[in-house]
């Protein structure tokens, strides 16, 4: 069964500052979709960036990027430039190629100091 | 543009009362739908998903059922609410193209 493990409960970063927030996941699939949510206080699931295990390339959202390392299976969000909106709770989920069902990790909490 | 519609948005409702949440998707066709529950503090657990119109699928066993009576509707139900259904209960679709999962703005069901 895939898992996916978000360590971390939370994390704080000083405005304008980067902030990286960690995602491991294990599959025996070699083909798959990753993806970062985000829950602000509104509690909406917004999707932040998603990543296709086929591509090498790390996907890049504006201020948002990735850092994707699929024989670690790894899946980390890096987050420039931080603003007081970033600030919510943020879900790291995977996908499997051949279906949709979204297993998600337990969430981590972001605050951004002013 | 597709958009997704959930409600309530709050419903607070005494132990052993029935339950109806309705989820509507506008702007696709024959869409993927999914409810998952958030318990306070917690990810996402999918309750069920649904592929086409009366096909359910149940991931995890709990006093909950979901129906699909049309292609772009999604209800979930309970006949006799427990305690333990407290939550937040989020609807989502996809497209059948590998797109992301899009979800709705959520109910916050509280049992008393």
């Known amino acids: 069964a895939q898992t996916v493990t978000q360590s971390q409960p939370e994390m704080s970063v000083q405005e304008a500052e980067t902030v990286t927030l960690s995602c491991t996941y294990d599959t025996s699939e070699s083909d798959y979709y990753l993806f970062w949510y985000k829950q602000p206080p509104s509690r909406q699931m917004i999707l932040v960036i998603r990543?296709?295990?086929?591509?090498?390339q790390n996907a890049t959202e504006n201020r948002f990027s990735v850092n994707f390392q699929k024989a670690a299976k790894s899946f980390s969000l890096k987050i420039s430039d931080s603003q007081l909106g970033d600030a919510a709770m943020y879900f790291c989920a995977y996908s499997p190629g051949a279906n949709s069902k979204l297993t998600f990790g337990k969430g981590i909490t972001l605050s951004v100091r002013p | 543009s597709q958009t997704i519609h959930q409600w309530p948005a709050t419903l607070v409702q005494p132990v052993g009362s029935p339950l109806s949440l309705e989820c509507t998707v506008e702007?696709?066709?024959?869409?993927?739908l999914y409810w998952y529950r958030q318990a306070a503090g917690r990810g996402l657990q999918l309750l069920f998903y649904s592929v086409g119109i009366g096909q359910i699928s149940s991931e995890v066993p709990q006093n909950l059922s979901a129906s699909r009576p049309q292609d772009r509707q999604f209800i979930l139900s309970s006949k006799k609410l427990l305690l333990s259904d407290s939550g937040f209960y989020l609807c989502a679709w996809r497209d059948r193209h590998n797109q992301p999962q899009h979800f709705g703005d959520g109910t916050r069901l509280s049992i008393l």
């Open positions: 702007g696709t066709s024959n869409p993927n």
């Open positions: 990543q296709e295990a086929y591509k090498q």
